[in-house]
């Protein structure tokens, strides 16, 4: 629960560098406090680097921060990592600050001086390319296949 007013504050955070935030997500996995996934109507390239930059900012517990566009559902953990898979590279959109004030809750941070490193990612896609090379494939399934895959999901929820 201790998360829930931090998503409200890194999206009003991110809303003053980025104009349309549609969503913020403090992840289950990132124990609700470490990890958000965060995502923004890219409007310039430099976009999801200032929304991850406003969002360490706004909560510097926060740990990992993914930047992602309007049309993944950040609540969608397979969403956020086809983002990831197609939208993102490393060499580019990858960014790294060293040796900052942390989450005590990190038993990987340095607990003596309560420091640690935070990772941001802009899995948004690059403006200048079409945006229709980004778009999902639609794959039609088979009735059977279908079935298969919602008794799979059925086992995980």
């Known amino acids: 629960l201790m998360g829930l007013p931090r998503e409200a504050a890194i999206y009003e955070a991110v809303s003053k560098v980025v104009p349309k935030v549609k969503a913020v997500n403090l992840s289950v996995g990132g124990c609700g406090w470490l990890h958000a996934i965060i995502s923004i109507e890219k409007q310039s390239e430099g976009d999801g680097k200032s929304a991850l ?4 900012a706004a909560h510097p517990s926060l740990k ?10 950040v609540f969608d953990l397979s969403e956020v990592e086809w983002a990831l898979a197609l939208r993102f590279q490393a060499s580019e959109d990858l960014l790294v600050i060293s040796n900052v004030r942390g989450s005590t809750l990190d038993p990987s941070a340095d607990q003596s001086q309560g420091l640690t490193s935070k990772m941001g990612i802009d ?6 390319v079409p945006r229709e090379n980004f778009e999902r494939a639609g794959i039609p399934l088979t009735v059977k296949a279908a079935e298969i895959i919602k008794r799979l999901k059925g086992n995980r929820e």
């Open 123 to 128: 899995a948004t896609r690059p403006l200048k």
């Open 64 to 73: 990992h921060a993914v930047i992602v566009d309007s049309d993944i559902n």
């Open 53 to 56: 930059i406003a969002a360490f």
